[in-house]
């Protein structure tokens, strides 16, 4: 029978507790009986399962069903109880509501009465139960560890929780530093795996050493094998193993693995036996796998085993709407790391990091901002607290604008954009001053005033004589 139709009857009358096990157990419920507290604590603490539903006496020799609620409430929040007594008062009801009492019965009662009552009961666990399960089940599928609510960040989210309990292999790639094994580890978060998750850098691995570390291997199996090891596929028994770079792989090795992924078996060096593995296995390369298959680098049959589900993640430079947000939350931990407390970035500041190239992608990022942090003096991130390759792209047009879209573009509608951005970005820094303005951008006052017009930045009225002071405002 399932857990939840466990029932705990506590009381110190016999002929009651007699009776309630014999009700209840007609009902298909599991019963357990204790005739006063101290029994019914060891039973609450030693059960293999919290109880679904607990009856108890109020008053006992030997202690208070308000402390058998709290113990059973301590051991699962799910177990509802139902206070029993002979001598009920409006204070007592109320202490035992407070201490999360599922009701309150004043005895003699009916069994038609109570039967429902327990009934209800369960269905409010179920309930309660359920709850949890899906608000574990949210918190799963929405990793907190990636970040971005870009249109390839929320793609990438999306296959993560549509994968994450398949037990297909996995191939991530995409540029070094875009954040590979932390979408490796969101899939092995939202799976079911109950395991560890672990991670073997395959290119750093000495080619001498590649198969014992992911195999194992007996002891005396070679010059130094002074003991058994059992691989990383072993340590991982129930989990998840993310090959990083598995490019890298030596040609020799990565026949040893695909045997692994066909058989799910592993055979160290100098076993003699082959032992099954429940592993999940996960693979991550920047490397471009299909030209190293072509040249021979790579086994075709492998890539097959390996890339059943490919997820591709995009450059930092693809998905700009996310460098704020990366941004202000590495400020945050690194802050807090040096013990420091600055508050954000200045605008200026959060421009140049817009304008940026990033080709370190989210690693260089967050590399930038904790080297901000460490170097900043005030209680934000100015622009001259960044960088110079950074400071001056602020300057400079921002790399997604002249870059040619895989389905072509516009390139007027693209310059343009590009010019509008400019004007506005000059006349900021020139605090709405024309003809400052006009000069950072190369051009005379009557050019300047032309390309607002055509972007239409609206013009004050004005007096010609003062054109040199004359103010600006996007048009409404």
Not at 75 to 88: N, P
Not at 179 to 196: D, F, M, P, T, Y
Not at 243 to 261: A, H, S, T
Not at 372 to 383: D, E, H, K, R
Request: net charge negative; aromatic share 4%; charged share 30%.
């Amino acid at each position: 029978m399932s857990d939840r139709a466990s029932i705990l009857v506590v009381d110190d009358e016999p002929g009651l507790r007699e009776m309630l096990s014999i009700l209840f157990r007609r009902e298909k419920y599991e019963v357990t009986v204790c005739p006063g507290f101290v029994t019914a604590r060891e039973a609450i603490r030693n059960a293999p399962a919290a109880f679904g539903v607990v009856l108890t006496d109020l008053m006992m020799p030997d202690g208070s069903g308000l402390d058998v609620l709290t113990l059973a409430k301590e051991r699962s929040q799910e177990t509802e109880v139902i206070v029993m007594t002979a001598h009920s008062t409006v204070e007592t009801a109320i202490e035992a509501m407070k201490r999360g009492a599922y009701d309150f019965v004043t005895k003699p009662f009916a069994t038609a009465e109570l039967r429902a009552l327990v009934s209800k009961a369960f269905e409010k666990g179920a309930l309660v139960a359920e709850n949890v399960r899906l608000r574990a089940q949210v918190d799963r599928r929405n990793p907190k560890d990636l970040l971005g609510h870009s249109e390839p960040m929320r793609k990438i989210l999306d296959l993560v929780s549509r994968v994450a309990d398949s037990r297909g292999t996995v191939l991530i790639t995409g540029e070094s530093g875009t954040g590979k094994e932390r979408i490796a580890r969101a899939v092995h978060v939202a799976s079911q795996r109950k395991g560890e998750f672990l991670v073997v850098n395959c290119g750093a691995i000495p080619e001498a050493l590649v198969e014992s570390e992911l195999f194992g291997h007996e002891k005396g199996a070679f010059t130094g094998a002074t003991s058994r090891k059992l691989g990383i596929f072993r340590e991982a028994e129930g989990g998840t193993v993310l090959l990083d770079e598995v490019g890298e792989l030596p040609l020799g090795v990565q026949v040893k693995l695909l045997r692994v992924l066909q058989e799910k078996k592993v055979r160290g060096l100098g076993e003699s036996n082959e032992t099954p593995i429940d592993v999940r296995i996960l693979a991550a390369t920047n490397r471009v796998v299909e030209e190293d298959v072509k040249n021979g680098k790579f086994r075709q049959d492998l890539y097959y085993r390996l890339n059943v589900i490919r997820i591709e993640v995009p450059p930092l430079r693809a998905r700009r709407e996310d460098v704020s947000e990366l941004a202000k939350h590495f400020l945050e931990r690194c802050s807090r790391e040096h013990n420091k407390e600055i508050r954000g970035f200045s605008s200026d500041a959060l421009r140049a990091l817009d304008a940026y190239d990033f080709p370190g992608n989210v690693r260089e990022l967050e590399n930038i901002v904790e080297r901000s942090v460490a170097l900043a003096s005030g209680q934000q991130i100015g622009l001259g607290d960044l960088p110079h390759e950074v400071s001056g792209a602020a300057a400079q047009p921002s790399p997604a604008l002249v870059t040619l879209p895989e389905e072509g573009c516009d390139i007027e509608s693209v310059l343009g954009e590009v010019e509008r951005r400019l004007i506005l970005q000059a006349l900021e820094r020139a605090g709405g001053v024309r003809t400052a303005a006009a000069k950072l951008l190369g051009v005379n006052l009557r050019s300047f005033r032309y390309r607002m017009q055509k972007h239409a930045l609206q013009l004050d009225d004005e007096d010609p004589v003062s054109s040199t002071m004359e103010s600006w405002k996007p048009e409404a």
